[in-house]
């Protein structure tokens, strides 16, 4: 148990559908990322929140928008996707601050199909 | 541009080494981290080095080199469970992670 769980673990959506994937941290940290992990390539970061500050990754569509309503919870809403979206979509935390080394905690993921 | 070099697939057998390489171009650099990904799970911490030298972890060692933008991660008497994907990344000067594509690593009895 890695003290973050991401919900659903599986969606498959139409792309006219709007869904929304959801991350919850029970270790405290303060800040939280969402990740897209496609077949053979980087872990991509989309998004990231920080003190509640949200730092954005521009080459995000705005197809994906990300909500934080508190440290602890963050949401990552769907709506119009296209094909080439789906994938694995990791949340992370880590708790951010001066030092260097913030490992960041993983959640298993929500594996996305877009038909 | 930022860039994390990694083998794509590598294969070994059960009770050996492995090293498996990393090399990095970055902005700035605030430490490396290895992480294990089995399939179908998150990834999960293997390992972090920061200052030039080996750090020992149990059957697990991580190398880095600044200077070289080099770093490997070395896996002593393997076992099946270690057939897993690592993945190795690069806190940046913004204290971002810029990761590489992973390594799938085989085990064969």
């Known amino acids: 148990e890695t003290g973050v769980t991401q919900t659903p673990r599986h969606l498959v959506m139409g792309m006219t559908n709007k869904k929304s994937l959801k991350c919850e941290q029970h270790l405290g940290h303060n800040a939280m990322y969402w990740y897209k992990q496609s077949a053979k390539k980087p872990l991509e970061l989309m998004f990231v929140y920080s003190l509640e500050e949200r730092v954005e990754n521009n080459s995000v569509p705005s197809r994906f928008s990300p909500e934080c309503p508190n440290s602890s919870h963050l949401f990552l809403h769907l709506h119009t996707l296209q094909p080439e979206d789906s994938a694995l979509y990791l949340c992370a935390s880590s708790q951010d601050g001066a030092e260097a080394y913030n490992e960041q905690f993983f959640g298993p993921g929500t594996r996305l199909t877009v038909l | 541009g930022q860039n994390i070099d990694q083998p794509t697939e590598m294969t070994a057998t059960e009770g050996a080494i492995v090293q498996i390489n990393c090399t990095y171009q970055?902005?700035?650099?605030?430490?490396l981290f290895w992480y294990q990904q089995h399939a179908g799970e998150a990834p999960t911490f293997l390992s972090y080095n920061v200052l030039d030298g080996l750090e020992e972890k149990g059957r697990f060692s991580s190398f880095l080199s600044r200077s070289k933008g080099y770093s490997y991660l070395l896996l002593k008497e393997l076992q099946m469970k270690d057939s897993a994907s690592y993945l190795c990344?690069?806190?940046?000067?913004?204290?971002?992670?810029?990761w590489g594509a992973g390594t799938k690593l085989i085990i064969k009895p």
């Open positions: 990344a690069v806190r940046d000067s913004n204290y971002q992670l810029i």
């Open positions: 970055t902005s700035g650099f605030n430490g």
